[in-house]
């Protein structure tokens, strides 16, 4: 497809639903004048479990692929660990096997061709002397402040943060180097990480790169989604009725489009997904209620369905039914080769061990410190006498008589 494509067309494509893009004359340069392909990178910290959110990218991923873009994967197991210790060392190896079967099936459910696509380990050259060495330099050129303020929304906050979170910034932009690429892709989250990296790399005879940046998808809970809060994601492998009953508690007012998660998920997942598989526009289909209320809602804009929404005329009602069917529908090929692939489910039972039960520990009961045994009371021997601080409370002495006398017997016995 993409040797049928002109320049602009690919250009078009690529800067398709993105919010911001710095130093676009870097990518406009390799696609009009040198005429080859656009080589671009994007990393993924291998920490949590991935969720529905990951589609967002997916699609971005798609369209460069489309566009004869060569891409490449970063699976950033290092980052993960440093972020925090999101990731602990002895299952990075595991969740960033996991994230290679998530993002290959993610691919091919959206009907591209993975020709152009390559999937690179962080470890495979971030421990190397070479990388190292460029690590120390770029940390003699940026200040504290500089990386910090740039991982602000990145890297997790912390009430004592360590060091390895100011490293962090610092290898994603050096990864830009080591990975040879024209440009980065990423969140808009990552704009500062992505200033910086602008700013640095010369300062170490490197070349600058061009950024590319999706919007942030709001959460179904309102706010940013996110893989450690099981409130404002869905898991890729949710299966219906847990998808159906987050949907179902998502975040959706009325008449409210700003960060409402559901109308985002339509905008930047449904719509051009459903572009990708079909290959023409994308369409996003709502049921009426009822049958007498006239034909359903079919929307292949944006701007229309929110100003529907805006109206009341598209409803919450109306549309959780609706996005709730055409997510599954994503889903289910993403399911079907999960439960196809032993390997798949090996690698996710060591990426995400189940908790462990906690046995329920058996309450003893408390009789107080006036028997026999109890902590601080009294404790009783084989040979019948008993020791303890509260003994002569007890004790009724060593023979029959100083017994009966303790006991009070004689003066209670029948004359």
């Not at 404002?232 to 489009?257: F, G, M, N, R, T």
């Amino acid at each position: 497809m993409a040797d049928s494509m002109s320049a602009q067309d690919k250009l078009a494509l690529i800067y398709e639903n993105l919010q911001e893009r710095l130093k676009e004359e870097i990518i406009e340069n390799v696609i009009i004048k040198e005429k080859r392909p656009l080589k671009i990178y994007w990393g993924t910290a291998t920490t949590g479990r991935p969720h529905c959110g990951y589609f967002v990218p997916m699609v971005k991923i798609a369209h460069f692929l489309r566009a004869g873009c060569t891409v490449k994967i970063l699976l950033a197991d290092i980052h993960g660990f440093l972020d925090n210790l999101k990731a602990p060392i002895e299952l990075v190896k595991y969740r960033a096997e996991y994230y290679r079967f998530v993002i290959t099936a993610l691919l091919k459910s959206l009907n591209v061709s993975v020709d152009r696509l390559e999937m690179v380990l962080g470890s495979s050259y971030q421990l190397s002397a070479e990388y190292t060495m460029d690590l120390f330099r770029l940390s003699s050129v940026v200040t504290e402040h500089d990386s910090k303020k740039a991982g602000a929304e990145v890297v997790k906050q912390v009430a004592h943060p360590t060091l390895s979170g100011l490293i962090y910034p610092l290898m994603q932009t050096l990864d830009e180097q080591y990975l040879d690429v024209d440009a980065q892709f990423g969140g808009v989250d990552q704009r500062k990480i992505f200033t910086l990296a602008t700013e640095a790399l010369p300062k170490i005879n490197y070349k600058e790169r061009a950024h590319l940046m999706n919007a942030m998808v709001p959460g179904l809970a309102g706010g940013k989604m996110s893989a450690s809060d099981p409130d404002s994601k869905i898991d890729l492998l949710d299966p219906p009725d847990v998808v159906e009953k987050k949907l179902k508690k998502a975040h959706c007012a009325p008449k409210e489009v700003e960060g409402n998660g559901i109308i985002g998920f339509v905008e930047y997942v449904i719509l051009p997904v459903d572009g990708l598989r079909s290959g023409g526009k994308g369409k996003f289909v709502v049921e009426r209620r009822k049958p007498e209320d006239g034909d359903p809602l079919v929307y292949d804009d944006i701007a229309k369905l929110k100003e529907d929404f805006l109206a009341d005329k598209l409803t919450p009602q109306l549309l959780k039914p609706a996005i709730i069917k055409a997510l599954m529908d994503l889903l289910k090929p993403l399911q079907a080769e999960y439960e196809a692939l032993v390997e798949w489910q090996e690698i996710a039972n060591k990426a995400y061990p189940p908790p462990e039960v906690k046995k329920k520990e058996k309450k003893v009961k408390d009789r107080g410190t006036k028997f026999p045994g109890a902590k601080g009371g009294v404790e009783a021997k084989p040979d019948g006498h008993v020791e303890g601080t509260a003994q002569d409370q007890v004790n009724l002495g060593t023979g029959a008589e100083e017994a009966m006398e303790n006991l009070d017997i004689q003066s209670k016995a029948p004359s």
